[in-house]
């Protein structure tokens, strides 16, 4: 891993969050994520018939009614990335540097290993991605008929599950000490503080 700048004289390293080590913590917000997920479709069921297949009566061939559960494999698959792309933009606009992207097949990654953000700043990049998401696809279900609002819906159901991860994160940060900064690789977050408050 390249090592930081080192941070403005008179800051000390305070907190350090990784989830590559942490096996608990992200079952914990794994296990997490799924009951939202599952809350939230429960909740829409009561209101709205659940349908994940086109109509028999449509003239549709076998293969063209299954493609819409083969969509939200789809969509979600590409849900990670958008989101952590959203997620590099958010970086961008606070820092106006060029965040680093790491991309894999299930997973994605963004940081800007050669900057410091204030609590603000980092809070606000951290939910730029979700808040956009959520408020897209919210807008987007108002238009949809079964069985395509379902996909969308459970698409949204993810984001704001995700929203759990992003939740452990912001209440760190929102709890370190009044100018604090923080360094984000896209791996790792490193929360530093003014001498003082280590004292």
């Known amino acids: 891993?390249?090592?930081?700048?080192?941070?403005?004289?008179?800051?000390?390293?305070?907190?350090v969050i990784d989830f590559r080590y942490n096996g608990k913590l992200v079952l914990l917000i794994?296990?997490?994520?799924?009951g939202v997920t599952a809350l939230l479709i429960w909740g829409m069921v009561q209101v709205r018939e659940f349908s994940l297949l086109l109509p028999l009566d449509g003239g549709y061939t076998a293969l063209q009614r299954f493609m819409?559960?083969?969509?939200?494999?789809?969509?979600?698959?590409?849900?990670?990335?958008?989101?952590?792309?959203?997620?590099?933009?958010?970086?961008?606009?606070?820092s106006h540097k060029?965040?680093?992207?790491r991309m894999r097949v299930f997973s994605a990654a963004c940081g800007v290993p050669d900057f410091y953000f204030d609590k603000k700043g980092y809070l606000m990049a951290t939910l730029f991605p979700?808040?956009?998401?959520?408020?897209a696809l919210a807008i987007l279900l108002l238009y949809l008929s079964n069985p395509w609002f379902w996909v969308v819906y459970i698409v949204l159901a993810?984001?704001?599950?995700?929203?759990?991860?992003?939740?452990?994160?912001?209440?760190?940060v929102h709890d370190a000490p009044k100018g604090?900064?923080?360094?984000?690789?896209g791996r790792i977050i490193k929360i530093y503080t003014p001498s003082e408050n280590n004292e």
């Not at 891993?1 to 907190?15: A, C, D, I, Q, R």
């Not at 060029?98 to 992207?101: A, F, G, I, N, T």
């Not at 979700?130 to 408020?135: E, G, L, N, P, S």
């Open 158 to 172: 993810f984001n704001v599950s995700s929203g759990v991860r992003d939740a452990y994160v912001c209440s760190i």
């Open 1 to 15: 891993m390249k090592t930081p700048t080192p941070p403005p004289e008179g800051y000390h390293l305070k907190n």
């Open 98 to 101: 060029r965040p680093k992207y």
């Open 68 to 94: 819409v559960p083969l969509s939200i494999v789809i969509f979600l698959f590409l849900y990670i990335h958008v989101r952590e792309l959203l997620h590099c933009a958010g970086f961008a606009l606070i």
């Open 130 to 135: 979700i808040t956009v998401i959520t408020v």
């Open 30 to 34: 794994n296990l997490g994520m799924v």
């Open 180 to 185: 604090a900064l923080l360094w984000d690789d």
